[in-house]
């Protein structure tokens, strides 16, 4: 199956370089060629940096410019125009570890039933201490979708930047809410996109990622809000929090 990249990138001259190189880098490692086998589009989101220039250096890579500023519009933006029936949203503050992209294409390929896999971030830019403590933050969620999802038929949990799904299957879901802001938009997904077919978040699919909002707002904080907007996606279909705030720390 051809895959899809979509990077949304608002103000990010600080990020785009490494995460489009480790892109790249995994297309290659598995032997694909862009433009047949994968394509990557970055998503230029109202940007007034140097995003877009930086981007376009690298050959093959799509810029889109999409005005209209808000993560959701953006990732829906790419999907719009990309082809592959695998979409791999990404956010411009990651970087795939070796073997990201040859977990994606072999779990899929053994499940036919799968329509969208999820995995946690590792803050490369904090101690081993915090980087546990996050992860003691997704075992509740994790735990609890384990249970719940056989028995409601709806995932709980997929991580917004680290996640991919099955074009065919988000399409009948009915795609991206572009009323979401920011907050809420990965359980929007998880259990729209769950009504399709099975909805996977694997430990064994990592990806780092830059801890600028939590060094911001601080983790217990974060941690409130993102629990807060996921329990009220799942019963009402609408985040609590409609505001957010953009932290860009280079």
Same mark, same amino acid.
């Given at each position: 199956?051809?895959?899809?990249?979509?990077?949304?990138? #608002?103000?990010?001259?600080?990020?785009?370089?490494?995460?489009?190189?480790?892109?790249?880098?995994?297309?290659?490692?598995?032997? @694909?060629?862009?433009?047949?086998?994968?394509?990557?589009? $970055?998503?230029?989101?109202?940007? !007034?940096?140097? !995003?877009?220039?930086?981007? %376009?250096? #690298?050959? *093959?890579?799509?810029?889109?410019?999409?005005? +209209?500023?808000?993560?959701?519009?953006?990732?829906?933006?790419?999907?719009?125009? =990309? !082809? *592959?029936?695998?979409?791999?949203? +990404?956010?411009?503050?990651?970087?795939?570890?070796? *073997?990201?992209?040859?977990?994606?294409?072999? !779990?899929?390929?053994?499940?036919?039933? @799968? $329509?969208?896999?999820?995995?946690?971030?590792?803050?490369?830019?904090?101690?081993?201490?915090?980087?546990?403590?996050?992860?003691?933050? #997704?075992?509740?969620?994790?735990?609890?979708?384990?249970?719940?999802?056989?028995? =409601?038929?709806?995932?709980?949990?997929?991580?917004?930047?680290?996640?991919?799904?099955?074009?065919?299957? &988000?399409?009948?879901?009915?795609?991206?809410?572009?009323? +979401?802001?920011?907050?809420?938009?990965? %359980?929007?997904?998880?259990?729209?996109?769950?009504?399709?077919?099975?909805?996977? &978040?694997? &430990? *064994?699919?990592? +990806?780092?990622?830059?801890?600028?909002?939590?060094?911001?707002?601080?983790?217990?904080?974060?941690?409130?809000?993102?629990?807060?907007?996921?329990?009220?996606?799942?019963? =009402?279909?609408?985040?609590?929090?409609?505001?957010?705030?953009?932290?860009?720390?280079?």
């Amino acid at each position: 199956m051809k895959i899809s990249f979509v990077v949304p990138a #608002y103000n990010e001259e600080a990020h785009i370089g490494p995460c489009v190189e480790s892109i790249v880098r995994e297309i290659k490692d598995n032997n @694909l060629e862009i433009g047949t086998d994968a394509e990557v589009v $970055v998503v230029n989101n109202a940007s !007034t940096d140097r !995003t877009a220039e930086i981007a %376009a250096r #690298y050959p *093959g890579i799509t810029v889109l410019n999409e005005p +209209i500023k808000g993560l959701v519009m953006a990732r829906r933006a790419g999907f719009v125009v =990309t !082809t *592959g029936e695998l979409v791999a949203n +990404i956010d411009a503050d990651t970087v795939m570890p070796r *073997g990201w992209l040859a977990t994606v294409l072999g !779990t899929f390929a053994a499940h036919k039933k @799968l $329509v969208a896999l999820s995995g946690p971030f590792i803050y490369h830019d904090f101690n081993p201490v915090v980087r546990v403590l996050v992860r003691l933050f #997704y075992f509740p969620g994790w735990l609890f979708d384990l249970v719940a999802q056989p028995v =409601t038929g709806r995932a709980t949990m997929l991580q917004g930047g680290n996640f991919i799904v099955r074009r065919s299957a &988000w399409e009948r879901a009915g795609g991206f809410d572009t009323s +979401i802001q920011f907050y809420g938009e990965d %359980a929007d997904v998880a259990r729209r996109i769950s009504t399709q077919g099975r909805v996977v &978040w694997s &430990w *064994g699919l990592p +990806i780092y990622s830059s801890g600028r909002r939590l060094k911001k707002e601080g983790i217990m904080r974060m941690a409130f809000v993102y629990a807060v907007n996921l329990f009220a996606m799942h019963l =009402t279909g609408k985040p609590y929090h409609q505001q957010y705030s953009d932290i860009r720390i280079k």
